[in-house]
Each structure stands twice: as structure tokens, then as C-alpha cells.
């Protein structure tokens, strides 16, 4: 490698943490984006005109930009036509294409260690026989010369062991993450359903015993296939089937992983898979001796896995349980018959009333509002309040929408301030003194029984405590429980009213009775 090669990589590296780093905070995100983007473009341009491998160049150009253009091309394309709220779609699929990539890293290096194993072989063997002509020349006996042969077989033996464990590491994690994020693509946009058999728990525990069964039985027998010593590496056929077999199982495990987790449990699922991604890519980077892959990839590893623990705990999910896939519809409807007394509605002038004359107003935005469209006539009905002298603020679940920062990200979109945006404790300390609290489509993340009821399926989960405010109204749709399948205890609560209708027409209309109070 050259040191000007090193030298951008060092600079691409430094790039990533940067990016990173600004990524953090609302109001540098973009700017982060963009510097991370510099240094993978400063890398990429580095590679194809620099890299060096045993004095050879990159060739095939032809080949390498046309696959650059054809992927900037739907990149694009696919970001400036992508609706907001399709983004978890978009940013699920891409992250698959991340981990397909590592696959066929994985696929190609593979071939690659078949042909230079079997071609050093047989350079081994030439120069093993050219050394054993010599010695016979000598008169050396046939005691001394198959010693000496010993000898120099054990001399050019390569363990291939390390460098096929790598190979396999990101064949399995990039392959999960593929199949996985396909999966989860498709379940967020409706064309996956959520799909659960009997004894699915143990049948993805099987699934991952074969993974590592097939993975063991590669590393064990990678240098009996090929040894250094052997003619060109012999015959292989089983021992490609393996491997191939492998990258099936993990396809199906990615499938089974993915398979029965429903809509609202997606965001632990897309920082888990985001996660995968990374890791496959730092291993890309051992193989390719990269540095600016294998920190990108650990930085996008370990992230993704901070914001996996972070959202498990927002969920009240184990990791352990995420990992075999335990988690999702199998608590669906456990308790969505229970009776909890009658509601009571709130007509559009009477909410119109009580938000325009409060002092403090919290808005809870859920999937609700990325469902109905309506980021966009909320920012108005916010800045409608503010000319009356209304301090209006967001409150934000972590979990709230179909991936990690939705509700930031849908709220960004349509310029609402990063500093009206509270995280959950933040929202959960103003509450008290909150006059009211408007709901839009949230459910489960303001469920009281998550703190009261042992009995329930969101028992222990952190939850935006709206029931403190003095007055609660919530827009949904109907009465229809949410994800968990149980009936929310905050809607029969005295202090709460139910106003229902789709989103942005409720939205609209509160607006347009707003400003004749």
C-alpha cells in the first residue's frame, strides 16, 4: 500500500468518527452525514486509482464505474422519490444491500483461497521434488531423504484456518442481515405478515446449531482440502457444498429471525440488523488488510449494537431474546378482550378550547402520524399555539414509530426545532406541569399498565407518563388495541378524551377551529 493510499484512509477513518460523532446531535446531523460521505467517496476514488497488490494495479475499470454509476443512479433515486414516512423501508433495504455485500466478499475470497492454496501447492510440491532429486544425486538414504521431506512439507504448510473463520464470519452475519432486512422491508410496507408456527423458538436454535455445525466442519477440515503439499489442492466438491450449504442456512435463519417480529418491535429489529451489517463489513476489512472498511465497520457495529441494548431496554426486550427471535406477535391479543369501563369523546371546538387556553401543551407523536402524513400540519397547529402564547413541546419515545429516530427524523422533515423535541425523561419531568398532553397515534408507549399491571405483556417497559398532565386527549383512528394486543388503561382514565379520525384531517380541522377561538 502506498503512503498516500494510507494516508487517505487515515484521513476516510477519521472522517467516520467525525461523521459519527456530529450524527449524535440533531442539528449537526446533516452536516455529519456529509463528512462521512467525503471520506467514503476520498476512499473509494483512493482504491481505484492507487491501491497495489504485489505491484499490480486495479483493472477491469469498465466494469468498476459502470457498477459505481449504476448504484449512485438508484441511490438517488431512490432517496429523493422515498415518501418520509417509507423511510424505515429504505433505510432496511439498504442496510440488506450492506450485508449482501459482505456475503459475496465473503463468496469471492473463498474462491480465492481454493486458487492460491492449490496453486502454492503446487509450487510447493515442484520445489519439494526439485530438493529430493538433489539429495538423491548425493547418494542421501531413503531414512534421511523422507525426514528431510517431512521437514520441508511441515516448512511450506499454510494453516488456512484463520483467514477461512474470518471468510465465514462474514458469510453468516451478512447473510442474516440480508435475508433479515428483506424481510423486515417487507413487513413494514405491508407486503410481509407477520408469521409464527409452534416451537419457533427451538427451530431457530436448531437452525443456528446447524450454522455452527457447518461453520466448525469447514475449519476442520480446510486443511486437509488444501494443504500446500498437494497437487493443485485435488478435488474439492464437498467441501464447496458445505459452504454453500452454509450461506443457505443463514439465509433461512435471517428469514426465521425476522419472520414472526411485528411492526412496532421493528426498531430493535433494524439496529440489530444494522448492527450485523457492520461487523460483516469489519470483517471484509481483515481480508482486504482495509483499514478505512474495518472502521467503518466497527463503527457501524458497535453503534448499532448500543442502540440495540438501548432500545431493548425502552422495550422491556432481552437481547438474548432478540437474538433466537423470541420476541414479537407472541404476546399479540393476550389481553385485548379485557373490559376497562367506558370512554368518554372530546368534539373538535371543545379540544380546540382547551388547547388554545393552556399554558404548557406536550404533543406525543406515534406511528399514527407517519401513518396519516400529518408531520406537516402539526408543525402548524404548533406554531398556531405559539402565536396564542401556548409553550408547546414534543415528547419523544425512543421506540415510537418503525425505527430508531422516526418520529425525529418525520418531525425534522417537516422543520419543527431540534429543541422542542424532548427524550422520554426529559418529557416524563415536565408532564406534572403540563396542562395537556395531544396524542397522536401513540398507544402502547403511553400505557399506564406497563408501570401497574404484573399480568401485562408491556409490564416493565418505560413509557411516556401522559396520565400526569391535567388534561389528556388522544387522536386515534378507533378503539382498536395497539401492537401488544391489550386495551390501553390511559383511554378510561376521567382526565383523558378520546378524539377520533384519521390524523391530519383531525389535525386540520383542530387548526381551522383554533383560529376561530
Same mark, same amino acid.
Given at each position: 500500500?502506498?503512503?498516500?493510499?494510507?494516508?487517505?484512509?487515515?484521513?476516510?477513518?477519521?472522517?467516520?468518527?467525525?461523521?459519527?460523532?456530529?450524527?449524535?446531535?440533531?442539528?449537526?446531523?446533516?452536516?455529519?452525514?456529509?463528512?462521512?460521505?467525503?471520506?467514503?467517496?476520498?476512499?473509494?476514488?483512493?482504491?481505484?486509482?492507487?491501491?497495489?497488490?504485489?505491484?499490480?494495479?486495479?483493472?477491469?475499470?469498465?466494469?468498476?464505474?459502470?457498477?459505481?454509476?449504476?448504484?449512485?443512479?438508484?441511490?438517488?433515486?431512490?432517496?429523493?422519490?422515498?415518501?418520509?414516512?417509507?423511510?424505515?423501508?429504505? $433505510?432496511?433495504?439498504?442496510?440488506?444491500?450492506?450485508?449482501?455485500?459482505?456475503?459475496?466478499?465473503?463468496?469471492?475470497?473463498?474462491?480465492?483461497?481454493?486458487?492460491?492454496?492449490?496453486?502454492?501447492?503446487?509450487?510447493?510440491?515442484?520445489?519439494?521434488?526439485?530438493?529430493?532429486?538433489?539429495?538423491?544425486?548425493?547418494?542421501?538414504?531413503?531414512?534421511?531423504?523422507?525426514?528431510?521431506?517431512?521437514?520441508?512439507?511441515?516448512?511450506?504448510?499454510?494453516?488456512?484456518?484463520?483467514?477461512?473463520?474470518?471468510?465465514?464470519?462474514?458469510?453468516?452475519?451478512?447473510? $442474516?442481515?440480508?435475508?433479515?432486512?428483506?424481510?423486515?422491508?417487507?413487513?413494514?410496507?405491508?407486503?410481509?405478515?407477520?408469521?409464527?408456527?409452534?416451537?419457533?423458538?427451538?427451530?431457530?436454535?436448531?437452525?443456528?446449531?446447524?450454522?455452527?455445525?457447518?461453520?466448525?466442519?469447514?475449519?476442520?477440515?480446510?486443511?486437509?482440502?488444501?494443504?500446500?503439499?498437494?497437487?493443485?489442492?485435488?478435488?474439492?466438491?464437498?467441501?464447496?457444498?458445505?459452504?454453500?450449504?452454509?450461506?443457505?442456512?443463514?439465509?433461512?435463519?435471517?428469514?426465521?429471525?425476522?419472520?414472526?417480529?411485528?411492526?412496532?418491535?421493528?426498531?430493535?429489529?433494524?439496529?440489530?440488523?444494522?448492527?450485523?451489517?457492520?461487523?460483516?463489513?469489519?470483517?471484509?476489512?481483515?481480508?482486504?488488510?482495509?483499514?478505512?472498511?474495518?472502521?467503518?465497520?466497527?463503527?457501524?457495529?458497535?453503534?448499532?449494537?448500543?442502540?440495540?441494548?438501548?432500545?431493548?431496554?425502552?422495550?422491556?426486550?432481552?437481547?438474548?431474546?432478540?437474538?433466537?427471535?423470541?420476541?414479537?406477535?407472541?404476546?399479540?391479543?393476550?389481553?385485548?378482550?379485557?373490559?376497562?369501563?367506558?370512554?368518554?369523546?372530546?368534539?373538535?371546538?371543545?379540544?380546540?378550547?382547551?388547547?388554545?387556553?393552556?399554558?404548557?401543551?406536550?404533543?406525543?407523536?406515534?406511528?399514527?402520524?407517519?401513518?396519516?402524513?400529518?408531520?406537516?400540519?402539526?408543525?402548524?397547529?404548533?406554531?398556531?399555539?405559539?402565536?396564542?402564547?401556548?409553550?408547546?413541546?414534543?415528547?419523544?419515545?425512543?421506540?415510537?414509530?418503525?425505527?430508531?429516530?422516526?418520529?425525529?427524523?418525520?418531525?425534522?422533515?417537516?422543520?419543527?426545532?431540534?429543541?422542542?423535541?424532548?427524550?422520554?425523561?426529559?418529557?416524563?419531568?415536565?408532564?406534572?406541569?403540563?396542562?395537556?398532553?395531544?396524542?397522536?397515534?401513540?398507544?402502547? $408507549?403511553?400505557?399506564?399498565?406497563?408501570?401497574?399491571?404484573?399480568?401485562?405483556?408491556?409490564?416493565?417497559?418505560?413509557?411516556?407518563?401522559?396520565?400526569?398532565?391535567?388534561?389528556?386527549?388522544?387522536?386515534?383512528?378507533?378503539?382498536?388495541?395497539?401492537?401488544?394486543?391489550?386495551?390501553?388503561?390511559?383511554?378510561?382514565?376521567?382526565?383523558?378524551?378520546?378524539?377520533?379520525?384519521?390524523?391530519?384531517?383531525?389535525?386540520?380541522?383542530?387548526?381551522?377551529?383554533?383560529?376561530?377561538?
Amino acid at each position: 500500500m502506498s503512503s498516500i493510499l494510507s494516508i487517505i484512509y487515515l484521513i476516510g477513518s477519521v472522517t467516520f468518527i467525525l461523521g459519527l460523532k456530529m450524527l449524535s446531535k440533531p442539528d449537526t446531523a446533516r452536516k455529519g452525514n456529509l463528512v462521512a460521505a467525503a471520506g467514503m467517496a476520498l476512499a473509494i476514488v483512493g482504491t481505484i486509482f492507487l491501491y497495489e497488490s504485489e505491484g499490480a494495479k486495479l483493472h477491469n475499470y469498465g466494469w468498476i464505474f459502470a457498477g459505481l454509476l449504476i448504484g449512485t443512479v438508484i441511490g438517488v433515486m431512490a432517496a429523493k422519490r422515498v415518501k418520509m414516512t417509507a423511510m424505515p423501508e429504505m $433505510v432496511s433495504m439498504f442496510n440488506g444491500m450492506g450485508g449482501a455485500c459482505a456475503a459475496l466478499i465473503s463468496i469471492i475470497e473463498f474462491g480465492h483461497l481454493a486458487g492460491n492454496s492449490g496453486s502454492a501447492g503446487a509450487a510447493a510440491m515442484i520445489k519439494i521434488h526439485q530438493v529430493g532429486d538433489m539429495m538423491e544425486q548425493l547418494g542421501t538414504s531413503s531414512r534421511e531423504f523422507m525426514e528431510q521431506r517431512n521437514l520441508l512439507q511441515e516448512m511450506f504448510k499454510v494453516d488456512y484456518r484463520g483467514t477461512l473463520l474470518i471468510i465465514l464470519l462474514g458469510l453468516i452475519i451478512g447473510a $442474516v442481515s440480508f435475508a433479515g432486512s428483506v424481510i423486515a422491508w417487507g413487513k413494514l410496507n405491508g407486503r410481509v405478515k407477520d408469521f409464527a408456527f409452534p416451537a419457533q423458538h427451538i427451530v431457530n436454535m436448531i437452525v443456528l446449531g446447524v450454522i455452527v455445525i457447518l461453520a466448525a466442519a469447514l475449519l476442520i477440515h480446510v486443511n486437509d482440502v488444501y494443504p500446500l503439499w498437494a497437487h493443485g489442492g485435488g478435488s474439492a466438491t464437498g467441501f464447496n457444498l458445505l459452504f454453500y450449504g452454509l450461506l443457505i442456512v443463514s439465509l433461512i435463519y435471517g428469514v426465521l429471525f425476522v419472520l414472526p417480529i411485528g411492526g412496532a418491535d421493528m426498531p430493535v429489529v433494524i439496529s440489530l440488523l444494522n448492527s450485523f451489517t457492520g461487523v460483516a463489513a469489519a470483517f471484509g476489512g481483515f481480508l482486504y488488510n482495509n483499514p478505512v472498511m474495518l472502521t467503518g465497520g466497527i463503527l457501524v457495529g458497535s453503534a448499532g449494537t448500543i442502540l440495540t441494548i438501548l432500545m431493548c431496554k425502552a422495550m422491556n426486550r432481552s437481547l438474548k431474546n432478540v437474538l433466537i427471535g423470541s420476541f414479537g406477535g407472541s404476546k399479540s391479543g393476550a389481553v385485548a378482550g379485557k373490559e376497562q369501563g367506558a370512554y368518554k369523546e372530546i368534539s373538535l371546538s371543545d379540544a380546540a378550547v382547551v388547547l388554545a387556553y393552556a399554558n404548557k401543551v406536550m404533543i406525543v407523536p406515534g406511528y399514527g402520524l407517519a401513518v396519516a402524513q400529518a408531520q406537516h400540519v402539526c408543525h402548524e397547529l404548533e406554531r398556531l399555539l405559539e402565536e396564542k402564547g401556548v409553550e408547546v413541546k414534543y415528547a419523544i419515545h425512543p421506540v415510537a414509530g418503525r425505527m430508531p429516530g422516526h418520529m425525529n427524523v418525520l418531525l425534522a422533515e417537516a422543520d419543527v426545532s431540534y429543541d422542542k423535541l424532548l427524550e422520554m425523561e426529559e418529557a416524563n419531568a415536565e408532564l406534572p406541569t403540563t396542562d395537556a398532553v395531544l396524542v397522536l397515534g401513540a398507544n402502547d $408507549v403511553v400505557n399506564p399498565a406497563a408501570k401497574t399491571d404484573a399480568t401485562s405483556p408491556i409490564y416493565g417497559m418505560p413509557i411516556l407518563e401522559v396520565e400526569h398532565a391535567k388534561v389528556v386527549i388522544v387522536n386515534k383512528r378507533s378503539m382498536k388495541p395497539g401492537y401488544a394486543g391489550i386495551e390501553n388503561d390511559l383511554f378510561f382514565q376521567p382526565k383523558t378524551s378520546m378524539l377520533f379520525g384519521d390524523a391530519k384531517q383531525v389535525l386540520q380541522q383542530l387548526v381551522a377551529e383554533i383560529k376561530q377561538v
